[in-house]
């Protein structure tokens, strides 16, 4: 990260984002983040929306199999990643979703 970047530094990812809204504006509205940390992405995350972490990575044209898949506290939140190009910045796609429980009735308790 540069101490001097402008918001001009930023114009792939904010190009990305308005041209997103021109062209799947009719897709669920995800968590946006642009940032000088990583001047040329643009970040893209759906909390507890996987539905909506897949509508965007299949418009996106991510192959399922190029999803990484991970979990994060203790097993309770599963976590999709894919990464696209798209118009001369990347993008970034973050799906969180809770991992059902399965709850195991004590013994002799009727069903």
Avoid: C, N
Wanted: proline share 8%.
């Amino acid at each position: 990260m540069s101490k001097h970047l402008t918001l001009q530094d930023l114009a792939a990812p904010l190009r990305v984002l308005r041209l997103l809204a021109v062209d799947f504006g009719h897709l669920p509205a995800p968590h946006v983040q642009v940032s000088p940390v990583y001047p040329e992405r643009l970040e893209m995350r759906f909390h507890d929306d996987l539905p909506g972490f897949e509508a965007w990575r299949e418009a996106l044209g991510v192959a399922p199999d190029e999803v990484v898949y991970r979990e994060q506290s203790d097993g309770r939140t599963r976590v999709l990643m894919a990464m696209a190009a798209y118009a001369g910045a990347a993008v970034e796609l973050t799906g969180f979703g809770d991992i059902p429980t399965l709850v195991v009735a004590p013994a002799g308790d009727a069903a």
